[in-house]
């Protein structure tokens, strides 16, 4: 089965556009294929119907009953620790992240730039004198078994004097 997020009753998700953008709210009731309603009494999002392309499903669900009241809905989401789960999410960690790169100054950008290449700096240094070092035992090894490999040489038999 391809989907696992499904918009049922109970779905946790974020919204993508309009006044709550980048709020979660969970889904109370599907109003039809285009509109459910939903409510976010934890992160400051009234109830109210929106489309379901503005919201991202995400893997995070509560149980309550159908079409549960906003005091329900409330303690639902807190005994499941819903803002803790997605403040612990990959998911959560990526949005605060473009946040703060969009708050970056011209200046912040120039240091994150130059901390940037000195690390590469640092790392292909190291790259590279760990590659020669392979390559230098390689040899050594290489050597070693030439060096077994030959047939030893006869001693040479003692000249007769004349």
Partial sequence: MPFKRFVETGRIALISDGQHKGKLAAIVDVIN??????????????RHDIRLNQLHLTKFRIKFPFTAGTRVVRKAWKDSKVNEQWSQSMWARKVEAKKKRLELTDFDRFKLNHARSIRNKLRTTAYLHLKRLSRKKKAAGKDDAKKGAKPAKKAAAPKKAK
């Fill in 33 to 46: 294929q285009t509109r459910a309603l939903i409510d976010g009494p934890e992160t400051g999002v009234p």
